[in-house]
């Protein structure tokens, strides 16, 4: 079931109705195209949306059926994503809202450096945010249903020659994935290379770059563990996601069905992904000791330097916010920070790690 062939996405891209009749829909399962991003080989898919895939499948058998589509695969880049869902190419659809900061102003509190200290806590918050805020839910993409939402494990800098320290980052061609990145990268001093996830390898094979600003996970991913072999342990951020379906097919489906997948998504999936990609962060740490890649702090003497980076990233969301009333923008920042408090302490209590 989950390795489909491709040729539903060109009946998606033209806009096909793949169920076109009550007697066709008897005979075959409602197809469901899963647009992921992530490569098949990331942990996201292999432990967590596969596994879903199946479930689902073989709760409703014969009634749907699940295609995973990396990035590129059913509209040119990420950037289409949320046009992409709301016209139905997508049934359910992954959204990076860094890459569309001005449409989703509010969601990007999740991005605020030292928010969240990985990806379990800020996979919680984010789920708490969306449930809390109806303002937050507006900037969704129209026509679409909420489904999930996770973050990123912390980004780090990976580079292609040692770098033990800010001051040696400054001047560097750094790859970045989406807008929050390139301020950040920009702000430590850096020059931002932004690309789309599937181009960074060419990118740093060919020398265009010297590393790559994102968390561990991507290395393996995307196959760069041999291209970047030194690691500038920053714990910067989580980025957000979410994972939004298109009501061109949501309506479509029987009421239990959908009551179903509602229970599977939300916080429950969001906290396996987080928890999928912590332990694959950590886990790719130790792959890589045995490859003798470097690891390294920030130095004592720059910390305080580059917590004014990360102190002054809250501004520029707020920067990106102008207009939204600021007593909203201070309710939305103060739940997001107290979830994280205490989404946090129950992480280091050792709930969550299961």
Same mark, same amino acid.
């Given at each position: 079931m989950f390795h489909r062939i491709r040729f539903f996405a060109a009946a998606l891209a033209l806009g096909g109705v793949l169920v076109s009749s009550p007697a066709l829909a008897a005979e075959k399962p409602m197809e469901l195209p899963f647009m992921g991003g992530y490569v098949e080989e990331h942990p996201a898919v292999t432990s967590v949306w596969k596994p879903f895939f199946e479930k689902a499948e073989a709760k409703f058998p014969g009634k749907i059926a699940f295609s995973y589509y990396a990035e590129n695969?059913?509209?040119s880049n990420q950037a289409e994503a949320m046009q992409g869902i709301s016209d139905g190419r997508a049934a359910f659809g992954a959204i990076r809202p860094a890459v569309h900061p001005d449409e989703f102003r509010l969601l990007g509190v999740i991005n605020i450096p030292g928010l969240a200290p990985n990806s379990v806590v800020?996979?919680?918050v984010l789920e708490d945010v969306i449930e809390k805020f109806p303002e937050v839910r507006a900037e *969704?993409?129209?026509?679409?249903?909420? *489904?999930?939402?996770?973050?990123?494990?912390a980004y780090q800098l990976h580079t292609t020659k040692p770098v033990h320290s800010l001051k040696e980052v400054a001047g560097k061609n750094i790859v970045v994935w989406d807008a929050v990145s390139h301020v950040m990268v920009r702000e430590m001093g850096a020059v931002p290379v932004l690309v789309s996830p599937p181009d960074t390898y060419w990118t740093l094979q060919r020398g265009l770059a010297d590393g790559i600003f994102c968390p561990m996970a991507p290395l393996k991913a995307y196959r760069l563990m041999n291209l970047v072999r030194h690691h500038l342990m920053l714990d910067a951020m989580v980025q957000g996601f979410i994972v939004e379906v298109s009501h061109r097919h949501w309506k479509a489906l029987p009421k239990d069905m959908q009551k179903w997948l509602k229970a599977e998504g939300g916080s429950k999936m969001g906290l396996a992904l987080g928890q999928t990609l912590e332990e694959r962060a950590q886990a790719d740490i130790a792959v890589m000791e045995t490859m003798e890649h470097t *690891?390294?702090?920030i130095p004592a003497d720059e910390k305080q330097s580059f917590q004014k980076v990360m102190d002054g990233m809250t501004e520029r969301w707020k920067e990106y916010c102008e207009g939204i009333d600021p007593e909203l923008l201070e309710k939305v920042l103060?739940?997001?920070r107290s979830?994280?408090?205490f989404h946090t302490k129950a992480w280091s209590a050792g709930k969550y790690r299961d």
């Open positions: 695969m059913l509209y800020g996979s919680l *969704f993409p129209k026509d679409t249903e909420h *489904f999930t939402a996770w973050t990123s494990a *690891f390294c702090k103060g739940y997001a979830r994280a408090d």
